[in-house]
């Protein structure tokens, strides 16, 4: 399974000026994680329906 994880072509430079700004942003803590995504979907449906997602999921 190793062997099939490298890539034999290499990155444009498009995709090595992405990967060096997602690093930078990384660095300067301009992310999010997962929780603080998903929370503020949340909140986005709360305030549209008035539900939760477990709400809106069970009617």
């Excluded at 498009?14 to 603080?36: N, T």
């Excluded at 503020?40 to 329906?49: A, D, L, V």
Aim: proline share 2%; net charge negative; glycine share 6%.
């Amino acid at each position: 399974m190793a062997t099939n994880a490298y890539d034999w072509e290499p990155l444009s430079e498009e995709s090595i000026k992405q990967i060096e700004e997602g690093l930078r942003d990384y660095r300067e803590g301009k992310f999010f994680i997962h929780e603080e995504v998903w929370g503020e979907i949340e909140k986005e449906r709360r305030e549209r329906t008035g539900k939760t997602k477990v709400e809106e999921c069970t009617e």
